[in-house]
T-cell receptor, first 111, second 113 residues
Framework: LAKTTQPISMDSYEGQEVNITCSHNNIATNDYITWYQQFPSQGPRFIIQGYKTKVTNEVASLFIPADRKSSTLSLPRVSLSDTAVYYCLVGLTGGGNKLTFGTGTQLKVEL | DAGITQSPRHKVTETGTPVTLRCHQTENHRYMYWYRQDPGHGLRLIHYSYGVKDTDKGEVSDGYSVSRSKTEDFLLTLESATSSQTSVYFC????????????FGPGTRLTVT
């Protein structure tokens, strides 16, 4: 099971692009990379998932280099409402007991 | 938002008391999960279910049992609650095992005194 390392916290200002990097040196060939967002007093919410290169949706982009030992979640033009904890997960696409959340990155967005 | 409800949303109970938390879904998803979240630990998987009457242990299953008699309901039971089980409990569902895209419920805050 690949261990992930993320910064504990990050600060940003409204309108800026935020990049949160996750290290996963032991990622296995079949592992996917998934990011979740969690607001206070709510359950986590799926943001994006990828295997290699770049994935983009209406919320974020996920950049994965060729060696896949790290990944970067990019949030364009953040607002106050993006203040949340962001979790990087790496593991087999099989759910169940393979799903492990770390402590995440607390992003604080200010005016 | 996915149709997931948890009950109760808040509960205070005494040590040694049995407690059952309920997760109910209206999405007809096959996979259901129970997590606990504590400061400094992120979310940790307690038990999960891959179908009616099919369940398995997660990372922190000691002291907990689960049951799933219907697709839509997944129950988490603390047979004899302890103070170490004070936590926020989240239920989640997913449509496929081949995806990490899980949908989470609103959570239950449990306090064991």
């Amino acid at each position: 099971l690949a261990k992930t390392t993320q910064p504990i916290s990050m600060d940003s200002y409204e309108g800026q692009e935020v990049n949160i990097t996750c290290s996963h040196n032991n990622i296995a060939t079949n592992d996917y990379i998934t990011w979740y967002q969690q607001f206070p007093s709510q359950g986590p919410r799926f943001i994006i998932q990828g295997y290699k290169t770049k994935v983009t949706n209406e919320v974020a982009s996920l950049f994965i280099p060729a060696d896949r030992k790290s990944s970067t979640l990019s949030l364009p033009r953040v607002s106050l409402s993006d203040t949340a904890v962001y979790y990087c997960l790496v593991g087999l696409t099989g759910g169940g007991n393979k799903l492990t959340f770390g402590t995440g990155t607390q992003l604080k967005v200010e005016l | 938002d996915a149709g997931i409800t948890q009950s109760p949303r808040h509960k205070v109970t005494e040590t040694g008391t049995p407690v059952t938390l309920r997760c109910h879904q209206t999405e007809n998803h096959r996979y259901m999960y129970w997590y606990r979240q504590d400061p400094g630990h992120g979310l940790r998987l307690i038990h999960y279910s891959y179908g009616v009457k099919d369940t398995d242990k997660g990372e922190v299953s000691d002291g907990y049992s689960v049951s799933r008699s219907k697709t839509e309901d997944f129950l988490l039971t603390l047979e004899s609650a302890t103070s170490s089980q004070t936590s926020v409990y989240f239920c989640a569902i997913s449509e496929r095992a081949s995806s990490y895209e899980q949908y989470f419920g609103p959570g239950t805050r449990l306090t064991v005194t």
